[in-house]
């Protein structure tokens, strides 16, 4: 494992662990999220790598977002986030890997746009979600656009125009987490959860990342469309993979197949 903070990551198996250590409360400025773009590219591109689980130090903040002190001393608000634009995640392009977020507290601002680029979202029993940017007259860019197709427009909107927090158990309710787990067994689920995952297809998984990517503003004719014309490039290695003869023969011999990614 690395120990360099603001960011320290671990490879287990196929699974790539980044955490985001930056005390008091995980607050990200540009430098930080510099580096968080140059480590998920590094996942990104490395073959032998899955799946992502990210997760922060401590048990009271995941990240509150933006670092409010480092702009007030000079960190411009629109300045180089670096590759894969705030927290090197959600503008990262050609992702075609799950991310998985286990939110161990205070999930608010940019921590919860974060938490909204990864594709399962895990969190602590105590943990708590807000976009309290109205408050300091600024917009919740990212959410605004991300949150409305996530949750009811109604709750979004409220969350977005009010600032209002919500524990985990109204974040699973209106389907914006996939489970809440005692703090003390959240990492031990989301390792679980990232095995579970590293486990199956990757090629597979590859493809069903560029098809919802790619489909998300389309027509459901027009993205089927780009499918059976074989323009997606995902899909199309998935068909003339080695996985996908791998799959067969594995149904009709009645064992586990043995995925390798080609």
Same mark, same amino acid.
């Given at each position: 494992m690395t120990t360099d903070t603001p960011i320290r990551t671990a490879r287990r198996g196929h699974v790539f662990e980044v955490v985001l250590d930056r005390p008091k409360a995980n607050a990200i400025d540009l430098a930080t999220s510099r580096i968080m773009g140059q480590v998920f590219?590094?996942?990104?591109?490395?073959?032998?790598?899955?799946?992502?689980?990210?997760?922060?130090?401590?048990?009271? *903040? *995941?990240c509150p977002g933006w670092d409010l002190k480092a702009a007030a001393a000079g960190d411009a608000v629109d300045g180089d986030y670096g590759v894969g634009g705030f927290g090197g995640l959600q503008e990262l392009r050609g992702l075609n890997k799950p991310v998985i977020a286990a939110v161990n507290g205070i999930c608010c601002g940019g921590g919860l746009e974060l938490a909204l680029s990864a594709d399962i979202i895990l969190a602590a029993d105590h943990a708590t979600f807000a976009l309290p940017e109205i408050r300091s007259g600024t917009v919740a860019d990212a959410a605004s656009i991300k949150l409305p197709k996530r949750i009811p427009y109604h709750i979004a909107m409220e969350m977005l125009l009010t600032g209002r927090w919500i524990d985990a158990k109204e974040a699973a309710g209106w389907g914006l987490i996939n489970q809440i787990h005692p703090a003390a067994d959240l990492m031990t689920e989301a390792r679980k959860m990232a095995d579970l995952i590293a486990s199956g297809p990757p090629l597979v998984y590859a493809a069903i990342k560029e098809i919802v990517r790619e489909a998300e503003d389309m027509k459901f004719q027009d993205a089927l469309n780009r499918i059976t014309k074989s323009q997606l490039a995902t899909v199309e290695k998935l068909y003339r993979s080695d996985d996908q003869k791998e799959g067969a023969r594995a149904f009709a011999e009645k064992r586990d197949p043995v995925w390798k990614g080609r």
């Open positions: 590219t590094e996942f990104r591109d490395d073959p032998d790598l899955r799946v992502a689980l990210l997760t922060a130090a401590g048990d009271k *903040f *995941f």
